[in-house]
């Protein structure tokens, strides 16, 4: 629809004889607007209402709320939002190529014209996170692992070849490729954004939303951009705005430069420990200052990237010149540099050092402060400084030892959720034994820096909760050697985070050419692998002739994809994991990727430490957490002297020098020619033709699910909820991984009972992730997490509940779903703080709601799942104020109904009554916008949008 334009904003952009359709900033004026002085990214979402006003949805008040905003206010106005496109990782983008389908067949149903269920902004898929470190330490495992990854996903892989040929404007980027976040700043972002509309070629910010909450790395370039929940990003593609509110913005100042031996991600630790003790869930945070223009791009890329671990929406880095260094460094061209210098210039997005915006809150750094770091052994906030290190593993393998369950508590006898804020247990290894077979175990690297112990074993007198007792391990080649706590078992350099920054990419490879002349060896307990973001990494380090070194210590190339930092990490060296189960030791990764919740690397892998690459490194050469980098010595030389960090350690002129003499442009112009063609495995996938797809009635990755099913044309009315009974009843930090189906299936799981009802062997069940596709193993395997307490059902752990259709007996909560639905019995959960915290799962939504569930009632709700229980039709109900299900006594084995739900039919009412047995109490209504009020209405946010296209 053409743009209202209420302040005669639309004007011309010529930029080199090119003449562009652009809606001015400096046209917003009025009493008490104030569009000079707003920050950066508000500025963007004024233009985007500009651009987009239409008088109903977005208003000339809508524009006026954000010109005139009150910094010190709390958010209260709704804006919608229209993101200029949408990204895609495989994982959650397959089921909303899924959806689309069915979109497709329901429209056709309602008589409707199935083309119109096309993406109306474009949408971009990299499929990045289906490949698994099976095989490492060996030159064959880049093309081994890729192999094995068609194998497991062809299904998979055919369906999204058929997406990419039977919808407009959406496109693949193979596997085998790159991680989408690292593809995204490198090749598909545009920051000025260009595009044909009615007629009119518009210049205008590159926005996106994403469905992977690590979107926020494109803050670095400039780009306003965030992740969502699949559904939402489903109405995106299909034209429908983000319904949000004014944030609160956080001015972040930095200053100074970086001292000699510390690197961008400890720089990125430091602010998320930073930020997350000031607290910014659902805030925006700008970067601003002269330290800005002092910060490489890659940097404030890792920094961005960052964003979900200190809880903010986006954490954004202004335009300015080293924007423009960047883009010309990653191969965009003339024209589009041009564009980018000036169009952000006219429109004042241009990055002044000297300005100060007005924020609702500021922080300042001085990066000259910044030490190096680690985060650990659980939360990517719990920063460490290196020196540390050793002191801090001690006291925290106490939790670790200990024979009472982890986990602590804010409230007698209640235990929390593993982890404060983001405890995403059980992404687990998707590699496991009991998922594929003994085949494809890994090659690993042989020998080490001669076999022994890892240093300095922690007993009862020096940190440990019991005495050491170190366990012997002979490996296949005949290769000895004795693990205990605190053994390196995974040193992965991993996550687009990292590599997407050639300081800390060459950093880490000079650091092992550097050892390896040293005569230094990783240990041989411990698995390494290198999966760089993109094949630019793999150019320089050849360029540079560093490959061979880290093939020396076993950092062979194992993919590109996100590998260990989603979990991703194939199974630890087997006689490892022998003895790391048989004597239950508190093994350790050090990954440089940005999450290390627990359970999430690895299955065998109790604690996890963050780190830069070149410390990746230096941990594999330790082969322990328990030792003293700066002091203790790494390993010896070829005569028998010891070898100590910083006589490895490159300085910061040997790295840029590397920089620029091995990275061109022409490595990216290169690598990014053809991206979206792939290699002869994807051009030969057989894939079907035609508007909707040919579903396989026996597939198992990829089914047509049933929220279309009956659907009327128009929405019934909302009604109160009767009779329902506690599905779970948890404590706080409950995740979306705790939620949302993740890892390996289990054999004797639901999910697994009925891919062999199905006629999968075990071998092949793949992961949860892998099969996001397919509803009815992703329903089987909601809440079913490993390390999953359910309060319902005391001393369990994993996805059990009671089912009080059964007299309380037992069960898995898939069981006991079904056993409610069949009796017609609505469902709740109850939980604690932070609800839905994590990733942008929209499994955790889509499952929480297909397993019967109605409401929800938590103490607190991290954004995005709050939003997605809303869109797939799930009621989010807050305890009152001070109240948790413990102070209102409630035991989860009631009978609850909720009343003054149908006042939603006309607005939306603050609170709701609810009877739980004896007990009464008004609970908060989280529904926040009128949008998402209509999204409910609906059922949902997808029935939504199909009704508004069918009358469209």
């Excluded at 902004?121 to 030159?139: K, L, Q, R």
């Excluded at 260094?325 to 050092?353: C, F, I, M, N």
């Excluded at 007792?469 to 991993?494: K, M």
């Excluded at 709701?912 to 059922?939: L, M, Q, S």
Aim: aromatic share 8%; net charge negative.
């Amino acid at each position: 629809m053409a743009s209202k334009d209420s302040f005669g904003s639309k004007a011309t952009l010529d930029v080199d004889g090119k003449s562009y359709e652009i809606f001015r900033l400096d046209k917003v004026v009025g009493e008490g607007l104030d569009v000079d002085s707003l920050p950066y990214s508000l500025k963007i979402l004024l233009e985007n209402l500009l651009r987009t006003e239409d008088g109903s949805n977005i208003t000339e008040d809508s524009i006026k709320a954000v010109a005139g905003w009150d910094a010190d206010a709390e958010p209260d106005t709704e804006i919608q939002f229209t993101p200029a496109r949408v990204i895609m990782q495989d994982f959650t983008g397959v089921p909303c190529v899924v959806d689309l389908a069915t979109m497709r067949e329901a429209m056709e149903e309602l008589g409707g014209d199935a083309s119109r269920i096309n993406p109306l902004a474009p949408a971009e898929m990299v499929i990045d996170h289906s490949v698994i470190a099976d095989v490492f330490g060996t030159p064959e495992a880049f093309e081994r692992n890729v192999e094995i990854e068609y194998e497991r996903n062809n299904e998979r892989y055919q369906f999204l070849r058929w997406g990419q040929g039977a919808f407009d404007d959406f496109k693949v980027v193979p596997p085998g490729t790159g991680i989408v976040h690292q593809v995204n700043i490198e090749h598909l972002a545009r920051v000025v954004f260009e595009r044909e509309v009615d007629g009119e070629l518009q210049a205008y910010p590159d926005t996106c939303v994403g469905t992977d909450s690590h979107t926020t790395m494109v803050n670095g370039i400039g780009v306003v951009g965030w992740g969502v929940g699949g559904i939402e990003a489903e109405a995106a593609m299909l034209g429908q705005p983000v319904s949000m509110l004014i944030p609160r913005v956080v001015g972040f100042k930095l200053s100074g430069e970086l001292p000699e031996g510390s690197t961008a991600t400890d720089l990125v630790l430091t602010i998320t420990e930073m930020l997350r003790k000031h607290g910014v869930v659902g805030k925006f945070v700008e970067f601003y200052g002269e330290g800005v223009s002092a910060l490489p791009l890659a940097n404030r890329a890792t920094i961005g990237n960052m964003s979900p671990e200190f809880g903010s929406t986006i954490a954004v880095f202004p335009i300015d010149e080293e924007t423009v260094k960047y883009l010309q460094l990653t191969g965009r061209s003339e024209e589009q540099l041009k564009l980018v210098e000036a169009y952000a210039k006219e429109q004042g997005l241009w990055h002044d050092p000297s300005a100060e915006p007005r924020y609702s809150e500021r922080l300042e750094l001085d990066l000259g402060e910044v030490v190096p770091s680690l985060a650990g052994p659980k939360r990517p906030q719990d920063r460490v400084e290196v020196t540390e290190a050793k002191a801090s593993f001690r006291e925290a393998l106490k939790d670790y030892v200990d024979a009472e369950p982890q986990g602590g508590s804010d409230k007698a006898g209640v235990p929390a959720q593993e982890t404060p804020d983001a405890a995403q247990a059980s992404k687990v290894d998707e590699a496991s034994d009991e998922s594929f077979p003994s085949s494809d175990a890994p090659a690993h690297s042989e020998g080490g820096n001669g076999a022994g112990t890892p240093h300095g074993h922690p007993g009862a007198d020096d940190g440990g909760d019991r005495a050491s007792s170190p366990t012997a391990v002979r490996l296949e080649d005949g290769t000895e050697f004795e693990i205990d706590h605190g053994a390196v078992v995974i040193a992965a350099i991993t996550s687009c985070t990292n590599t997407s920054n050639p300081s800390v990419m060459i950093g880490a490879a000079l650091l092992a050419k550097k050892a390896v002349e040293k005569g230094l060896t990783s240990k041989p307990w411990v698995k390494t692998t290198l999966a760089p973001g993109s094949k630019v990494v793999s150019d320089y380090y050849e360029k540079a002739e560093l490959t061979p070194y880290l093939d020396k210590l076993g950092f062979n190339l194992v993919g590109y994809g996100c590998t260990t930092c989603i979990g991703n990490s194939g199974p630890l060296i087997p006689e490892v994991s022998q003895a790391v189960n048989d004597a239950d030791l508190a093994v350790v990764s050090v990954l440089s990727g940005n999450r290390n919740f627990e359970g999430r690397i690895n299955p065998d892998v109790k604690m996890n430490y963050l780190a830069s690459p070149p410390l990746v490194v230096a941990y594999a050469l330790a082969g322990s957490m328990d030792v003293d980098l700066f002091n203790d010595p790494l390993g010896q030389d070829q005569d028998g002297n010891d070898v100590f960090l910083k006589d490895i350690w490159p300085s910061p002129r040997e790295v840029q020098s590397t920089i620029d003499e091995c990275i061109t442009s022409e490595m990216f112009t290169d690598d990014y020619a053809d991206v979206f063609a792939g290699d002869e495995r994807w051009r030969s996938l057989e894939t079907p033709d035609g508007d909707t797809f040919a579903w396989a009635e026996d597939s198992t990755y990829v089914r047509r699910p049933p929220y279309f099913d009956g659907m009327p044309e128009e929405p019934e009315a909302v009604e109160d909820i009767e009779g329902a009974r506690v599905l779970l009843k948890l404590g706080d930090s409950v995740t979306t991984d705790h939620i949302s189906p993740a890892g390996a299936i289990k054999k004797d799981s639901p999910a697994g009972k009925y891919l062999g009802e199905h006629g999968v062997e075990q071998r092949d069940f793949n992961s949860y992730g892998s099969r996001r596709g397919n509803h009815e193993v992703m329903i089987r395997g909601t809440f079913a997490n490993i390390r999953l307490r359910n309060q319902l059902a005391p001393g369990t752990e994993g996805g059990v509940t009671k089912d009080f259709t059964k007299d309380g007996e037992v069960t898995t909560v898939y069981d006991a779903a079904q056993s409610y639905a069949e009796a017609g019995i609505p469902l709740v959960v109850l939980a604690g703080k932070e609800y839905g915290s994590g990733s942008s799962r929209d499994w955790a939504a889509k499952g929480t709601a297909l397993l019967g569930v109605k409401a929800v009632i938590a103490e607190s709700y991290e954004r995005i799942h709050r939003s997605n229980l809303i869109g797939m039709g799930v009621l989010p109900l807050q305890f009152p104020e001070g109240e948790t299900a413990e102070s209102l006594g409630l035991t989860g084995e009631e009978e609850f109904s909720f009343t003054g739900v149908t006042e939603l039919n006309d607005g939306i009412p603050s609170t709701v009554k609810v009877k739980a047995g004896d007990t009464e109490f008004d609970a908060k209504v989280r529904i926040d916008t009128p949008g998402e009020a209509e999204y409910y209405r609906h059922g949902g946010i997808m029935q939504y949008v199909l009704r508004s296209l069918l009358k469209g």
